[in-house]
Protein backbone atom coordinates (compact mmCIF):
# COMPACT_ATOMS: atom_id res chain seq x y z
CA UNK A 1 0.00 0.00 0.00
CA UNK A 2 1.54 3.46 -0.93
CA UNK A 3 0.84 6.59 0.78
CA UNK A 4 1.79 10.06 0.15
CA UNK A 5 4.32 12.45 1.71
CA UNK A 6 0.98 14.54 2.79
CA UNK A 7 -1.09 11.82 4.31
CA UNK A 8 1.95 10.48 6.31
CA UNK A 9 3.00 13.89 7.28
CA UNK A 10 -0.75 15.08 8.66
CA UNK A 11 -0.59 11.42 10.17
CA UNK A 12 2.52 12.19 12.61
CA UNK A 13 0.87 15.18 13.38
CA UNK A 14 -2.04 13.59 15.45
CA UNK A 15 -1.83 13.09 18.68
CA UNK A 16 0.59 10.07 19.51
CA UNK A 17 -0.73 6.71 21.65
CA UNK A 18 3.09 6.50 22.95
CA UNK A 19 5.94 8.65 22.25
CA UNK A 20 9.59 9.15 23.84
CA UNK A 21 13.13 9.61 22.82
CA UNK A 22 14.70 6.44 22.43
CA UNK A 23 18.14 5.03 21.11
CA UNK A 24 17.51 3.53 17.14
CA UNK A 25 19.26 1.68 14.94
CA UNK A 26 17.99 1.36 11.65
CA UNK A 27 18.77 -1.69 9.33
CA UNK A 28 21.64 -0.08 7.62
CA UNK A 29 25.21 -1.55 7.74
CA UNK A 30 27.10 -0.02 9.70
CA UNK A 31 23.98 1.89 11.66
CA UNK A 32 24.93 2.85 15.00
CA UNK A 33 22.05 3.61 18.22
CA UNK A 34 20.91 7.22 17.47
CA UNK A 35 18.69 9.10 19.98
CA UNK A 36 15.70 9.25 18.16
CA UNK A 37 11.92 11.11 19.00
CA UNK A 38 9.73 8.01 18.10
CA UNK A 39 5.75 8.14 17.91
CA UNK A 40 3.32 5.42 18.00
CA UNK A 41 -0.20 6.96 16.08
CA UNK A 42 -2.63 4.18 14.88
CA UNK A 43 -0.60 1.88 13.41
CA UNK A 44 2.24 3.46 11.84
CA UNK A 45 5.88 4.24 14.01
CA UNK A 46 7.06 7.46 13.14
CA UNK A 47 10.56 8.46 14.32
CA UNK A 48 11.84 12.05 14.34
CA UNK A 49 15.46 13.49 15.05
CA UNK A 50 14.84 15.11 17.97
CA UNK A 51 15.52 18.45 16.70
CA UNK A 52 13.24 18.18 14.21
CA UNK A 53 8.98 18.18 13.61
CA UNK A 54 8.83 16.22 10.65
CA UNK A 55 9.42 12.75 10.65
CA UNK A 56 12.47 11.01 8.73
CA UNK A 57 10.77 7.58 8.80
CA UNK A 58 7.86 5.99 9.03
CA UNK A 59 7.28 1.87 10.03
CA UNK A 60 3.78 0.48 9.12
CA UNK A 61 3.29 -2.15 12.24
CA UNK A 62 1.44 -4.62 9.94
CA UNK A 63 2.95 -7.82 8.53
CA UNK A 64 5.97 -7.53 11.29
CA UNK A 65 7.47 -9.06 14.43
CA UNK A 66 8.38 -7.05 17.53
CA UNK A 67 10.60 -9.50 19.42
CA UNK A 68 12.28 -9.11 22.78
CA UNK A 69 16.02 -8.83 22.72
CA UNK A 70 18.48 -8.16 25.48
CA UNK A 71 17.91 -5.96 28.47
CA UNK A 72 15.91 -2.38 27.61
CA UNK A 73 15.86 -3.66 23.91
CA UNK A 74 13.31 -4.74 21.38
CA UNK A 75 13.45 -5.18 17.98
CA UNK A 76 10.82 -4.93 14.65
CA UNK A 77 11.48 -7.05 11.68
CA UNK A 78 9.23 -7.56 8.81
CA UNK A 79 8.23 -10.81 7.91
CA UNK A 80 8.29 -10.85 4.04
CA UNK A 81 12.27 -9.13 5.05
CA UNK A 82 13.24 -10.33 8.05
CA UNK A 83 16.37 -8.79 7.30
CA UNK A 84 14.68 -5.28 7.54
CA UNK A 85 15.30 -4.94 11.51
CA UNK A 86 15.37 -2.21 13.54
CA UNK A 87 16.45 -2.19 16.74
CA UNK A 88 15.40 0.19 19.45
CA UNK A 89 16.94 0.65 23.23
CA UNK A 90 14.55 2.05 26.18
CA UNK A 91 15.96 3.30 29.33
CA UNK A 92 14.23 0.65 31.62
CA UNK A 93 12.99 -2.86 31.10
CA UNK A 94 9.27 -1.32 32.13
CA UNK A 95 9.27 1.40 29.46
CA UNK A 96 10.83 -1.32 26.97
CA UNK A 97 8.00 -3.94 28.07
CA UNK A 98 5.29 -0.86 27.48
CA UNK A 99 6.61 -0.23 24.54
CA UNK A 100 6.29 -3.82 23.03
CA UNK A 101 2.87 -4.49 24.18
CA UNK A 102 1.87 -1.02 22.73
CA UNK A 103 3.25 -1.97 19.24
CA UNK A 104 1.62 -5.46 19.15
CA UNK A 105 -1.76 -4.08 20.17
CA UNK A 106 -1.43 -1.37 17.35
CA UNK A 107 -1.54 -3.12 13.91
CA UNK A 108 -5.14 -4.06 12.39
CA UNK A 109 -4.26 -7.53 11.86
CA UNK A 110 -4.12 -7.45 15.93
CA UNK A 111 -7.82 -5.70 15.58
CA UNK A 112 -8.98 -8.22 13.58
CA UNK A 113 -8.38 -11.32 15.66
CA UNK A 114 -9.27 -9.92 19.04
CA UNK A 115 -12.82 -9.05 17.07
CA UNK A 116 -13.11 -12.15 15.66
CA UNK A 117 -12.37 -13.47 19.59
CA UNK A 118 -14.47 -11.02 20.98
CA UNK A 119 -17.25 -11.95 19.08
CA UNK A 120 -16.97 -15.76 20.10
CA UNK A 121 -16.64 -14.84 23.58
CA UNK A 122 -20.47 -13.39 23.15
CA UNK A 123 -22.08 -15.84 21.42
CA UNK A 124 -20.59 -18.26 24.04
CA UNK A 125 -22.29 -16.09 26.49
CA UNK A 126 -25.38 -15.13 24.56
CA UNK A 127 -25.65 -18.38 23.05
CA UNK A 128 -26.76 -16.41 19.83
CA UNK A 129 -24.25 -14.79 17.38
CA UNK A 130 -24.03 -10.71 17.97
CA UNK A 131 -26.80 -8.59 15.45
CA UNK A 132 -26.03 -5.18 14.16
CA UNK A 133 -27.90 -2.67 15.86
CA UNK A 134 -26.29 0.42 15.66
CA UNK A 135 -23.72 2.30 13.18
CA UNK A 136 -21.15 4.72 14.29
CA UNK A 137 -17.59 5.47 12.14
CA UNK A 138 -15.18 3.47 12.04
CA UNK A 139 -12.89 5.91 14.62
CA UNK A 140 -15.44 5.90 17.29
CA UNK A 141 -15.77 2.43 17.22
CA UNK A 142 -11.86 1.14 17.46
CA UNK A 143 -11.39 3.96 19.93
CA UNK A 144 -14.56 2.45 22.18
CA UNK A 145 -13.55 -1.06 21.92
CA UNK A 146 -9.66 -0.68 22.43
CA UNK A 147 -9.43 2.21 24.81
CA UNK A 148 -12.41 2.75 26.87
CA UNK A 149 -13.79 -1.31 27.06
CA UNK A 150 -10.31 -2.01 28.02
CA UNK A 151 -10.82 -1.46 31.56
CA UNK A 152 -14.70 -1.94 31.61
CA UNK A 153 -16.53 -4.83 33.57
CA UNK A 154 -18.23 -7.11 30.74
CA UNK A 155 -22.14 -6.09 31.23
CA UNK A 156 -25.17 -7.50 28.96
CA UNK A 157 -26.16 -3.96 27.99
CA UNK A 158 -21.98 -3.97 27.03
CA UNK A 159 -21.62 -6.86 25.69
CA UNK A 160 -24.65 -6.40 23.26
CA UNK A 161 -23.60 -3.04 22.25
CA UNK A 162 -19.76 -4.16 21.58
CA UNK A 163 -21.30 -6.90 19.88
CA UNK A 164 -23.14 -4.51 17.48
CA UNK A 165 -19.94 -3.11 17.00
CA UNK A 166 -18.20 -5.91 16.11
CA UNK A 167 -20.36 -7.37 13.84
CA UNK A 168 -20.63 -4.03 11.39
CA UNK A 169 -17.33 -3.78 12.04
CA UNK A 170 -16.19 -7.50 10.24
CA UNK A 171 -18.82 -6.55 7.78
CA UNK A 172 -20.35 -10.13 8.47
CA UNK A 173 -23.78 -10.82 7.84
CA UNK A 174 -26.10 -11.65 10.95
CA UNK A 175 -26.39 -15.63 9.60
CA UNK A 176 -22.03 -15.79 9.01
CA UNK A 177 -20.66 -19.13 10.42
CA UNK A 178 -18.49 -18.45 13.09
CA UNK A 179 -16.46 -21.56 12.20
CA UNK A 180 -15.81 -20.31 8.60
CA UNK A 181 -14.77 -17.01 9.66
CA UNK A 182 -12.17 -18.54 11.71
CA UNK A 183 -11.07 -20.56 8.86
CA UNK A 184 -11.03 -18.15 6.39
CA UNK A 185 -9.22 -15.82 8.75
CA UNK A 186 -6.53 -18.72 9.05
CA UNK A 187 -6.23 -18.63 4.90
CA UNK A 188 -5.46 -14.95 4.98
Known sequence: MRY???????????????????LMRVPKKGSVLKKRLVKLVVNFLFYFRTDEAEPIGALLLEHCKITKEEENVFSISFIEEPDRKYSFECDTEEQCQEWIEALRRASYEFMRRSLIFYRNEIQKMTGKPPFPQACFPATTLFHFIFHDCVHLTPTPQLLQLSASYLTSLLQLPPSANLEQVEKEDNLN
Do not use: F, T, V
Not at 4 to 22: N, Y
Open 4 to 22: SERELLSLARQPAEKAAEI
